[in-house]
């Protein structure tokens, strides 16, 4: 599990760093604009980061941030969908597709990790 949270972390954070250049904060209707969207940001990448350490050193909570940081891969994706089926025009570049593409890929492949990992602890008890 910690090869696919690292990886679905790597492209959420690069994910908001090409939204800083689309200006993401407009397409959402961020109250306080720019400020709104670091805030949420400071909010977003701490409790990634903070969940990758619980994951490296597999504590209890490991599985709630893990569920957490895909979701919130799985969102992206399909919030983007969203937005382009729409018709908005931000985050068409290759690369800008390329990252929310794979942040959906890296979080099913955690989602994936997850469900062998559970799988394996409820063989253990048993």
Not at 11 to 40: C, N, R, S
Not at 94 to 116: E, H, K, Q, T
């Amino acid at each position: 599990m910690p090869r696919s949270y690292f990886w679905t972390m790597l492209f959420l954070i690069l994910h908001q760093i090409d939204a800083a250049y689309w200006k993401e904060w407009e397409m959402f209707h961020v109250p306080g604009g720019v400020q709104g969207f670091l805030v949420f940001n400071l909010a977003a990448i701490a409790v990634v980061l903070a969940g990758y350490r619980h994951v490296l050193l597999a504590t209890p909570q490991a599985p709630r941030y893990a569920a957490v940081c895909a979701a919130l891969g799985v969102g992206t994706c399909l919030i983007h969908a969203g937005f382009a089926l729409a018709g908005l025009e931000q985050f068409h570049l290759p690369l800008s597709v390329a990252i929310i593409v794979l942040c959906l890929g890296c979080a099913v492949w955690l989602l994936c990790d997850m469900r062998r990992i559970g799988g394996q602890l409820a063989r253990q008890d048993a």
